[in-house]
């Protein structure tokens, strides 16, 4: 005989209250799954207070950025630990690295937060870039695991793409890392948020678009199909190519992997699909803050990064 309607009712209900119970509530009020994710809850307020300003400012594109050197700075073959805060850990030797260049202040920002509430660099890394995520218009909320141990040893030179290498270059250096082409594009929508200020020195920092700090497909469909016949500043510099507009700053490796065949189809559909961008954005960052660590041993604290903020189109 099938259990009645009424006869399941009262099991749903006892569920739905245990889970409720079982949650810890946390500093203002605020309730996470597991207790250990309290301390996240004040390393929240204190980024956003006293570092974001909850904008998507210049410490939150730096956030992002550092967010994905420290993670590919990994490989089965040449070493490196990956998502582990060697970049904070091992500062006097990573940022010398050409790639790691205006890294300098986050790191320190980054380094002080953690050291105050103790929690792990690789943590803090991994975090603050999720809540710059959130910061910026148009971005996605992006889950947060915690619980990586700190960096034993620094990254090898070399492992960070640079914006002057081939694509061949590029994609083997993430397919080592454990990223696919079609993860490595999802990651470059940071670049609709983010600006130069060392591929060409003599210009003022530029937002790679005319838009505001926002997550949108603009800038995929810009460097696809608008062709660059401008310098925004000095000309021929190692790693840009021209750009359409008088005001943006174009990379020569975005400019390849639009068009290069192994990449050009996800470039397309980003140009056209915000949700598709935004939730491939998302799962490629996910998958990123975990090169190098062992998801077993992490625990879960998505709940406590806030809802991302609204978009504008």
């Not at 060697?86 to 500062?91: D, G, N, T, V």
């Not at 105050?116 to 910026?136: E, L, P, R």
């Not at 060409?200 to 810009?222: A, C, E, G, H, R």
Request: charged fraction near 15%.
């Amino acid at each position: 005989m099938k259990p009645s309607t009424l006869s399941v009712l009262p099991l749903v209900y006892v569920t739905t209250v245990a889970a409720s119970l079982s949650r810890t509530t946390c500093s203002k009020g605020r309730t996470v799954a597991n207790a250990a994710c309290c301390v996240w809850f004040n390393v929240l307020d204190d980024i956003q207070t006293n570092l974001f300003e909850r904008q998507c400012g210049d410490d939150a594109h730096d956030a992002l950025r550092l967010s994905f050197h420290d993670a590919i700075g990994y490989s089965p073959h040449l070493g490196g630990g990956g998502a582990d805060g060697s970049l904070i850990q091992f500062s006097t030797t990573e940022l010398n690295y050409d790639a790691n260049a205006g890294l300098e202040d986050i790191v320190d920002s980054e380094r002080t937060l953690a050291d105050k509430w103790g929690v792990s660099y690789g943590d803090m890394i991994q975090f603050a870039a999720t809540v710059s995520v959130g910061n910026c218009p148009g971005g996605p909320k992006i889950s947060f695991m915690a619980g990586r141990p700190n960096a034993t040893q620094a990254a090898p030179d070399g492992l960070v793409p640079e914006a002057f290498d081939s694509v061949s270059t590029i994609l083997a250096r993430v397919a080592d890392a454990g990223l696919t082409p079609g993860d490595l594009v999802a990651l470059l929508a940071s670049h609709s948020v983010g600006f130069q200020e060392h591929v060409d020195p003599t210009i003022p920092p530029t937002p790679f678009d005319l838009t505001p700090s926002v997550f949108d497909t603009k800038f995929f469909y810009d460097t696809m199909f608008r062709l660059g016949d401008v310098w925004p500043g000095s000309a021929n510099n190692k790693g840009e190519v021209k750009s359409p507009f008088p005001r943006e700053f174009r990379l020569q490796s975005d400019a390849l992997l639009a068009h290069d065949p192994r990449t050009t189809a996800y470039w397309f559909e980003f140009s056209l699909s915000h949700s598709l961008m935004a939730n491939s954005f998302a799962t490629a960052m996910a998958k990123m803050a975990l090169l190098g660590q062992n998801s077993k041993n992490l625990y879960d604290c998505s709940d406590v990064v806030p809802n991302p903020v609204g978009h504008i189109f």
